[in-house]
C-alpha cells in the first residue's frame, strides 16, 4: 500500500520524469532559477519545506518546462496531495448557481414591475385615443324665399390654414460627438533576463501566471494598479508607463504581492 501511494505521489511522478529525460537537479537549478532545495523538496514530497501553493505551481511548470514536458500531470498529483481536486484556477470567478422565480424575490419584483409598466401603458393609450367624429346636425329646411342678389351680405373666402414651418437645422449649431473611452491609466512592460516565473494581476481581476524565457518581452495594461508576484527578482526588468523601474532585488529572490505604482489603491 505504502509503495503504491509513493508511486501516486508528486515527487515520484516528477523523479521518474526527470531520470526518464537524464536530467540532474544541479542542471535544472542552473537553467530555470528554481533554488536546488526547493526542487529536492518536490522529488521528497516535502510540502512543509515548499513557499505558499502559487509560487509551487510555478516550480512545478519550471520543472516540467525544462523537461520539454507538459505540466498538467503534475499540477494534478499536486493538487491531489493538497486535497483540492479540481482547482478553480487563479483569478476565475466562482461559478453562480441559477436563480429561481420562487428564490429570487428581485426577480419577482421585476415582473411585477413589468405587469404594472404594461397596465399603465394600455391605460393610457385609451386616454389618448382621438374622440369620434360627431354626428351630423339635421339640415333644415331651406326656406324659398326671393331674395336680391344686392342685398345677400358678402361672405369672405376662407384662407387656407398656413402649414407650420417644419424648422431648419441650424448649421452652426455643432452636435455634441461622444468621447472617446478613456485607455488604461497605467501600461507595465516586463524584460526577461533570466529565466523568471512572474504572476501579474490587473484591478480588474485578470491574471497572467507564465514562465518567461530569457529575452522574452510582455506587457500589461491595467487601470489603477498591478499586483506581482516574481520567483526570480534579479531576472526581470521592469518598465512602468514608460519609465524603468529599479532592480526588484537579488537573482533568485522571491518578491511577494509587490503593488505597480506603489500605494496604488
Request: charged share 20%; hydrophobic share 40%; glycine share 8%.
Amino acid at each position: 500500500m505504502e509503495q503504491l501511494e509513493a508511486e501516486r505521489s508528486l515527487g515520484h511522478y516528477l523523479r521518474s520524469l526527470r531520470e526518464s529525460k537524464g536530467g540532474s537537479l544541479e542542471e535544472m537549478a542552473r537553467s530555470t532559477r528554481v533554488g536546488l532545495r526547493h526542487l529536492e523538496a518536490l522529488e521528497a514530497d516535502k510540502l512543509n519545506d515548499l513557499p505558499a501553493p502559487v509560487f509551487v505551481r510555478g516550480f512545478i511548470r519550471a520543472y516540467c518546462s525544462f523537461l520539454n514536458e507538459p505540466a498538467d500531470g503534475a499540477l494534478a498529483h499536486y493538487r491531489d496531495m493538497l486535497g483540492e481536486g479540481e482547482a478553480v484556477e487563479p483569478g476565475a470567478p466562482a461559478p453562480r448557481p441559477a436563480a429561481s422565480w420562487s428564490s429570487s424575490p428581485v426577480l419577482v419584483s421585476l415582473a411585477l414591475l413589468a405587469a404594472f409598466g404594461v397596465g399603465l401603458l394600455a391605460i393610457n393609450s385609451v386616454f389618448k385615443r382621438p374622440p369620434s367624429a360627431p354626428a351630423p346636425a339635421a339640415t333644415a329646411p331651406a326656406t324659398v324665399e326671393a331674395q336680391n342678389p344686392a342685398d345677400a351680405p358678402t361672405v369672405p373666402a376662407e384662407a387656407p390654414a398656413a402649414l407650420a414651418a417644419a424648422p431648419r437645422p441650424d448649421p452652426s449649431v455643432q452636435t455634441d460627438k461622444p468621447a472617446p473611452a478613456a485607455s488604461p491609466a497605467q501600461r507595465l512592460v516586463v524584460r526577461a533576463v533570466e529565466a523568471t516565473w512572474i504572476r501579474v494581476q490587473t484591478d480588474d481581476g485578470r491574471v497572467a501566471e507564465e514562465l518567461l524565457p530569457p529575452g522574452a518581452t510582455r506587457e500589461w495594461t491595467s487601470n489603477k494598479r498591478f499586483v506581482l508576484t516574481v520567483g526570480n527578482a534579479g531576472g526581470i526588468e521592469l518598465e512602468l508607463n514608460g519609465r524603468p523601474l529599479a532592480p526588484l532585488g537579488a537573482k533568485g529572490a522571491v518578491i511577494q504581492r509587490l503593488e505597480l505604482p506603489e500605494g496604488g489603491s
